[in-house]
């Protein structure tokens, strides 16, 4: 009887070939580009919301990673370098508990690009969930939902606004 | 079967349970089977993708709560104060454990003198001018607004979605659903939206959220503070100045008792001495009209 018998043979290729499979599958994670999945992200000279603005980053831009530092991300985009809050650029989806485990293990890229969110169409809690509910409920005050959100201030007006303040930038 | 084929075949179904984590659409197994028990009534053979609510999602909710409380109070249109309160807010958010959201963080002011402040799932902050006026100084400002933030980032707005609610959502709007019932879905999702809207809203702005999310907000708050240079202190100086009557949700809520809550508050960030910037700070607090 040949006790040792269960790592031996073809099921231990197949073992190796899954683990090597997975393994690749980690060193891609480690991709030196990513995505911009924030809208209204922007690229700052240093790792700090309270550093000059160097310009925005649309909405699904591809970004090259230089360094990272704490939650920042160095990157280069269009030639320009510059720091990203890593909640700009996020490498795990960002679709809940659900979906965090995958991230982690793979350690990939932003995956919930502008095609997913066409896949998406259809699926879940939607603009055309939301128009419909709307359109129910013509009471509900979206005007002023869609004011507080279009308001916006300004990165280097925060700053100052930081730096009057004697607060951490 | 042998023992040696039953540990080849552990360690082969081991092997690809890991490497299935690689799939995105790998039911959680505690949800799936919910989500199966649904599919099932409605005679659904697809297995059901169970996820956690997405950021997108979190944020329609978000928009629909505060539409709603934007139905009851009137926004300010005070743009001066609207900046200042952005202003301050954004300085906090940046400073907490979720620094952006899907589409950022948005102040707003309700026109009402009731004292409260909310915080809609997603990043939208409303503060009555009633809260604002009982604020002596921006710290006292900051201590509120980084209070919201702390229930956005700990999601306690979505948590309060009924969860069978939830897994219903996910059945409807699987890709064999949509197939499956066509234009049915959108109805059905519909109502299962509206649904989620009375959970947030039940709990967040009618009954309150537990004693434990607001003891977890106000520990985020006076870190969140910290970190952005404002006064710890002074989320504990808020506090005790709640009304200790009534109950109901948003930022006075009375449970945890209000004498408990400022104990805790004031065990978390010891008093110190207003330094000079926080002489600006309430300086500048005092020259907006609100």
Redesign the interface.
């Known amino acids: 009887m040949r006790r040792s ?2 790592f031996r043979g073809p ?1 231990l290729w ?2 190796l070939f ?2 090597a ?2 393994a690749a ?1 980690l060193g891609t994670g480690l991709a030196e580009t990513l995505k911009v999945e ?3 992200a922007q690229l700052y000279e240093s790792p700090n ?1 309270g550093s000059r603005p160097l310009g925005a980053l649309p909405s699904g831009a591809e970004v090259a990673v230089l360094s990272r530092s704490g ?1 920042w991300v160095q990157v280069n985009y269009q030639g320009k370098t510059g720091w990203v ?1 890593k ?2 650029v996020p490498q795990t ?7 965090g ?2 991230g982690m ?2 350690g990939g890229p932003v ?2 690009t502008k095609g997913d ?1 066409v896949a ?1 169409a ?9 128009a ?2 709307r359109q ?1 409920n013509p ?4 005007a ?2 869609d ?3 279009q ?1 916006q ?1 300004n990165p280097a ?2 700053a100052a ?2 730096r ?5 930038p | 079967m042998t023992l ?1 084929t039953l ?2 075949a552990g ?2 179904v081991g ?2 349970f ?2 299935g ?4 659409s ?3 197994p505690s ?1 799936a089977g919910k989500a199966i028990d649904i599919g099932a009534k409605t005679g659904q053979k697809a297995v059901v ?9 979190e944020y ?2 978000g ?2 709560v ?3 409380l ?2 009851k109070y ?2 300010s249109q005070n743009r001066e104060a ?2 200042y309160v ?2 301050v807010g ?2 906090v958010a ?2 907490s454990t ?3 959201t ?3 963080y ?3 002011i309700l026109e009402t003198s009731d004292p409260n402040a909310y915080a809609c799932p997603g990043g ?1 902050i ?1 503060v009555t001018r009633g809260l604002i006026q009982k604020c002596q100084n ?1 710290d006292e400002l900051a201590a509120v607004l980084a209070h919201e933030v702390g229930h956005i980032a700990n999601k306690d707005g979505v948590n309060s979605i009924n969860r069978a609610r939830w897994t219903e ?2 059945t409807t ?3 064999e659903a ?1 197939r499956q019932y066509g234009g049915g ?3 059905q ?2 109502t299962l ?2 649904g ?2 009375d959970d947030v809203f039940k709990t967040m702005v009618v009954n309150g959220y537990s004693r434990k999310a607001e003891e977890n907000a106000d520990r985020a708050a006076v870190t969140t503070l910290t ?4 006064n710890p202190a002074a989320l504990a100086a808020i506090l005790g100045k709640m009304n200790t009557q009534g109950g109901g949700g948003g930022f006075f809520r009375s449970h945890p008792l209000t004498a408990e809550r400022v104990n805790a508050a004031k065990m978390l960030a010891r008093e110190a001495p207003a ?4 002489q ?2 309430t300086k ?1 607090f005092q020259q907006v009209r609100f």
């Open positions: 018998g269960e099921a197949f073992l899954l683990l499979g997975l599958g924030q809208p209204n919301f939650d809050h909640t700009s989806p960002a679709r809940g508990p659900g979906l485990l995958p293990l793979t995956q919930q969110e998406l259809g699926k879940g809690f939607t603009p055309e969930v939301e419909a509910y129910k009471g509900m005050n979206y002023m939902v004011q507080v959100e308001f201030v007006q925060l606004f930081i009057e303040g004697g607060l951490t | 040696k540990r080849i360690l082969v092997v690809l890991l490497a984590f690689r799939l995105p790998l039911p959680v949800e993708a169970s996820r956690g609510i997405s950021d997108s999602e329609y909710v928009r629909a505060a539409a709603l934007l139905s009137p926004l609207t900046l952005n202003e954004q300085a940046q400073k979720m620094p952006r899907y589409r950022g948005h102040f707003g939208i409303l921006e959502v996910l709007a699987g890709t949509a879905v959108a109805g999702l519909l939206f509206d989620a809207i970190r952005a240079g404002y330094g000079p910037k926080e600006v700070r500048r």
